[in-house]
């Protein structure tokens, strides 16, 4: 039976782990899915700095791997608490708008346990693992943008501009000391703007590091947005300096938050 794509990437992860290499072909017919899938999940494990794509296969990333694993994992950790989080405020929405971004990528791979939506996206990450079998999903198109695979460029804007989202999510930068959240990426602010503008309601999905760093260009202003969607080890001192301006909720483990999601969730 073959695997969903975050379980497959996973146990590829723990091969490369073992044995430092693993061959494309191998994979391929383990997993019973085909070359082009096994080179987008190489490539996505190299972009989140775990494996180095080489001829036919993938070694492990001769990076500190012991001290930068756990806390990739750890922000992992956070990052999927702010997904599920964000999953109890869809509510009624029919049509989506997800950013790229990790964090959304995360929200993505949830939704695919949720009821059938309207998903626009200029996300490559995202797109691929979304189900197409339980929702409409739309990929705007643009000029890819390697580094964080993403479509950017007048046509992914002008797809996002034909269409009207009930909600939108969004990945960030940094919000420290700016009048919004921000982006380094010149190339994909003008998408970001795209879809604040075509949006009912906007949420920025940002881990408590986000809070503490800055992006080059501002995407919007903080009236602009709903709020901040965190995870709970945003400090008291930031909260409080930040809730005074854009509503923040902190993600939690507790039951009350598990009911909310799970009332959303078919």
Same mark, same amino acid.
């Given at each position: ?15 490369? =782990? ?76 029919? @049509? ?20 059938? =939506?309207?998903? @626009? ?41 034909? @269409? ?39 949420? @920025? ?62």
């Amino acid at each position: 039976m073959k695997l969903p794509t975050f379980e497959r990437r996973n146990d590829i992860i723990r091969t490369l =782990l073992l044995q430092g290499y693993v061959k494309a072909q191998l994979l391929a017919e383990q997993y019973q899915v085909s070359m082009e899938t096994i080179r987008k999940d190489l490539t996505y494990l190299q972009d989140i700095g775990i494996a180095r794509k080489e001829y036919g296969g993938a070694s492990l990333s001769q990076q500190d791997i012991e001290q930068s694993l756990p806390i990739r994992m750890e922000h992992g950790t956070q990052k999927q608490k702010i997904a599920r989080c964000a999953l109890g405020f869809l509510e009624d929405a029919k @049509v989506v708008f997800l950013d790229a971004g990790t964090t959304v990528h995360e929200l993505a791979k949830l939704l695919n346990d949720y009821r059938p =939506l309207d998903i @626009v996206t200029n996300s490559l990450l995202a797109w691929d693992s979304l189900d197409a079998g339980r929702h409409n999903v739309f990929l705007t198109g643009g000029k890819k943008r390697e580094k964080n695979r993403s479509l950017t460029g007048s046509w992914c804007v002008q797809a996002i501009e034909s @269409v009207h989202a009930d909600i939108c999510f969004l990945g960030t930068s940094g919000i420290l000391d700016r009048k919004g959240p921000t982006t380094h990426s010149y190339q994909e602010l003008e998408a970001k703007k795209a879809m604040v503008r075509q949006s009912e309601r906007v949420y @920025v999905l940002a881990d408590h590091d986000k809070f503490q760093e800055s992006g080059f260009h501002t995407m919007c202003l903080w009236e602009d947005i709903d709020g901040i969607i965190t995870d709970g080890s945003l400090s008291a001192k930031a909260f409080k300096q930040y809730e005074k301006i854009v509503p923040i909720w902190m993600a939690q483990e507790d039951e009350n938050e598990k009911n909310r999601q799970n009332s959303a969730v078919l």
